[in-house]
C-alpha cells in the first residue's frame, strides 16, 4: 500500500457522545478554535439549550493557568493533561509562530501518548508544528497554510516533500487531520461530525452559523494577493503548487499529474483563467521570490538562484533582466539606498515585494 493514499478510519455511529480535547498553545488563533468549537457546540445540542448531548469538550493543559490568544483573549482550561485515552480526538490549535514553538515536555508526552492509544490528532492552523515537534506525523500527509510553508520548510528542513500539502483546506489521513486554519477549521469540525451524525444535523449548524455548505478536503487553500477570485479551483491549486515546489523541477507533466488532469487541459485552463501559460506563471513566482530574497537576505546570487528553481545565477540573470530591466545586482543594491535618494525613485523594490509575499520571512 502506498503510504501516500488516504485512509479514514471513521468511528461506529452510536449513542456515545463523541469526546473532543483542546490543547491550545500560548497565542493560539482565536478563530481557527472557536469556528470548530461552535459546530461541535451546535450539532452536539439537541433543542439549542447548548448542552453537550451528542459531543462533549473540554479545554487541557499542563495547569489550569489561562492561556492567551494571539487577541489578548484568554482561556481557561477546565482540566488538566491525565489520560489522553478519555478523548476520542485530541484537537491542538496553535498560533503566533515568531514567539518560538511553545511545546512543552509535558505537552509533547502526552501528544505521544494520544498517539499510541489511537487517539485521532487534529492540528490546526500552526497545531501541526507541534504535532511534527511531538513526532506524531511520521509517514502521514500534513496540511500546511501556503503563508506558512516555508517557515515549515525552515522549522522541519528534513520533512518529506511530497507529504507537505499546501493547496488545500485541510487533510485527512489515517488517524490524523491537519489544517490550514481560519475558517477551514469550521470545515474540519463538519468533515468530523459527519462520521458520527446524520448529514443533516451538521448541515442545520452550518446554516445556524450563517455557513452555506463545507468545503471538502480537495477545496484549494484562498490564494496570495493579485490573483482573481473567479479563478478556477484547479488552476488555483495549480498556483499554489507552483509556489510550494518553486525550487524543484516540477515539469508540466508532473504538475498536471499532481492536479489529475491533463498536461493540455491544464495549459487550456491556465490560458483562460490568467491569459498566461502555466511556464510564464512559474517564471514569474520564482523571479518575484528571487526579488523578494534580494533585497531581505545576504544569501549569494547564485544561492538565491538555486534556491527559486533557476539552473544557475546567469540563468536568472538573464529572466530577471528581462523582466525587471537590471540586474540581480542592481535589485539588490538600489534597495539598499538611503531611504531619501529612494524616495526619488519611481517605484521601491522593497515595497513591490512586500506586497507580493506580505508578511514572509527569509526561509533558509
Known amino acids: 500500500m502506498s503510504r ?32 470548530l468549537l461552535d459546530i461541535l457546540r451546535l450539532a452536539g445540542d439537541e433543542g439549542d439549550y447548548s448542552q453537550p448531548v451528542r459531543c462533549t469538550w473540554h479545554v487541557i493543559d499542563e495547569t489550569l493557568a489561562p492561556v492567551s490568544s494571539s ?5 481557561v482550561p477546565s482540566e488538566k493533561l491525565g489520560d489522553p485515552s478519555r478523548f476520542d480526538y485530541l484537537v491542538v490549535v496553535g498560533g503566533l509562530l515568531h514567539t518560538g514553538l511553545p511545546l512543552s515536555a509535558a505537552q509533547k508526552r502526552f501528544i505521544q501518548q494520544a498517539a499510541d492509544s489511537n487517539v485521532n490528532l487534529v492540528g490546526v492552523c500552526t497545531g501541526v508544528f507541534a504535532l511534527m515537534q511531538a513526532g506524531v506525523m511520521q509517514d502521514h500527509r500534513i496540511c500546511v497554510s501556503w503563508f ?4 515549515f520548510i525552515e522549522q522541519f528542513p528534513h520533512a518529506d516533500p511530497n507529504l507537505i500539502v499546501a493547496d488545500r483546506l485541510y ?6 487531520i491537519t489544517c490550514s486554519g481560519g475558517r477551514a477549521s469550521i470545515d474540519v469540525a463538519a468533515d468530523i461530525l459527519k462520521r458520527h451524525m446524520d448529514d443533516a444535523i451538521v448541515q442545520k449548524a452550518l446554516r445556524i452559523l450563517q455557513v452555506d455548505h463545507s468545503h471538502s478536503h480537495t477545496a484549494p ?30 515539469t508540466l507533466d508532473m504538475l498536471a499529474g499532481k492536479l489529475n488532469i491533463s498536461v493540455r487541459q491544464l495549459e487550456r485552463l491556465f490560458k483562460q483563467s490568467s491569459g498566461m501559460s502555466p511556464q510564464a506563471y512559474s517564471r514569474g513566482v520564482r523571479l518575484r521570490m528571487a ?17 527559486c528553481g533557476f539552473a544557475d545565477a546567469s540563468h536568472m540573470g538573464r529572466e530577471f533582466r528581462g523582466t525587471f530591466d537590471m540586474s540581480p545586482g542592481q535589485w539588490r543594491s538600489r534597495a539598499q539606498l538611503p531611504a531619501a535618494l529612494l524616495a526619488t525613485q519611481t517605484s521601491d523594490p522593497i515595497d513591490y515585494v512586500s506586497e507580493v509575499f506580505p508578511g514572509r520571512q527569509d526561509f533558509h
Not at 526579488?291 to 534556491?307: F, N, R, Y
Open 4 to 35: 501516500n493514499r488516504i485512509i479514514m478510519y471513521p468511528p461506529s455511529k452510536d449513542t456515545a457522545p463523541i469526546r473532543f480535547g483542546f490543547l491550545l498553545l500560548p497565542h493560539f488563533t482565536l478563530t481557527a478554535f472557536s469556528g
Open 71 to 75: 487577541s489578548a483573549i484568554q482561556v
Open 148 to 151: 506558512h510553508y516555508w517557515d
Open 171 to 176: 487533510v485527512c489521513d489515517r488517524r490524523r
Open 221 to 250: 487553500q484562498p490564494l496570495p494577493p493579485g490573483i482573481a477570485p473567479d479563478t478556477p479551483p484547479v488552476v488555483r491549486r495549480a498556483m499554489l503548487l507552483m509556489e510550494q515546489h518553486m525550487g524543484q523541477a516540477l
Open 291 to 307: 526579488a523578494w530574497m534580494l533585497t531581505h537576505s545576504t544569501k549569494t546570487i547564485a544561492a538565491i538562484a538555486s534556491a
